[in-house]
Nanobody, 128 residues
Framework: QVQLVESGGGSVQSGGSLRLSCVVS????????LGWFRQAPGKEREGVAR???????HYAYSVKGRFTISQDNAKNTLYLQMNSLKPEDTALYYC??????????????????????WGQGTQVTVSS
């Protein structure tokens, strides 16, 4: 069973940077992608960035050119480097895993990837 633990959130001023980390533990051969999602108060959870098993990356339009997703397989860690942060980036950020034949109770479809394993979230607050 895959488990995800995020860290690295915090408060920064507009234009600043943060790097989120997500330690991935457990082995699941069904895993096909890892991603970062966010949810702002009163809004739906949305995909921010994902990295697929072949290494392809995909970004939401709102963060393209500012955020970079990467992974260190030796450390079993997923990262999200966030630069040029804006107040509208303020949200609770989640690390998530997509799997074939997803069975988790909390599922979110992003393109062809069904994410069903979630971390606890880390808060990012950007002030103007």
């Amino acid at each position: 069973q895959v488990q995800l633990v995020e860290s690295g959130g915090g408060s920064v001023q507009s234009g600043g940077s943060l790097r989120l980390s997500c330690v991935v533990s457990g082995h699941d051969t069904r895993r096909i992608a890892l991603g970062w999602f966010r949810q702002a108060p009163g809004k739906e959870r949305e995909g921010v960035a994902r990295i697929e098993s072949e290494g392809d990356t995909h970004y939401a339009y709102s963060v393209k050119g500012r955020f970079t997703i990467s992974q260190d397989n030796a450390k079993n860690t997923l990262y999200l480097q966030m630069n040029s942060l804006k107040p509208e980036d303020t949200a609770l950020y989640y690390c998530a895993a997509a799997r074939w034949a997803a069975q988790g109770p909390d599922q979110l479809l992003w393109d062809d990837f069904l994410f069903d394993v979630w971390g606890q979230g880390t808060q990012v607050t950007v002030s103007s």
